[in-house]
Nanobody, 118 residues
Framework: VQLVESGGGLVQPGGSLRLSCVVS????????MSWHRQAPGKERELVAV????????NYADSVKGRFTISTDNARNTVYLQMNSLNPEDTAVYYC????????????WGQGTQVTVAS
């Protein structure tokens, strides 16, 4: 399973970015998909997750109402739309896939840097 993220960059406070993660090597619909982030000096944290096959989503409290996770099954892609960004959102963002059935293996992308600064 390979995950390739894109869409990171530098944005001003209050701005928006959309991250993309393209998945290959496994049936996309049989993967739970999530976004995580890691800021300098901090542990990696869950930002948003979409559970399969239900499509139920969950967000970290710090991003609720600002970030939206979504999928495009035709493109094997998961997105993270990030609005109203603030400097505390600065981090490397990682996409993760997890098989919904045993052995529930996990796969990570290489990460994409998001910097919120004026």
């Amino acid at each position: 399973v390979q995950l390739v993220e894109s869409g990171g960059g530098l944005v001003q406070p209050g701005g928006s970015l959309r991250l993309s993660c393209v998945v290959s090597g496994f049936t996309f619909g049989n993967l739970h998909m999530s976004w995580h982030r890691q800021a300098p000096g901090k542990e990696r944290e869950l930002v948003a997750v979409i559970w399969r096959p239900s499509g139920w989503v969950n967000y970290a409290d710090s991003v609720k109402g600002r970030f939206t996770i979504s999928t495009d099954n035709a493109r094997n892609t998961v997105y993270l739309q990030m609005n109203s960004l603030n400097p505390e959102d600065t981090a490397v963002y990682y996409c993760k896939a997890q098989r919904i059935t045993w052995p529930q293996s996990e796969y990570w992308g290489q990460g994409t840097q998001v910097t919120v600064a004026s």
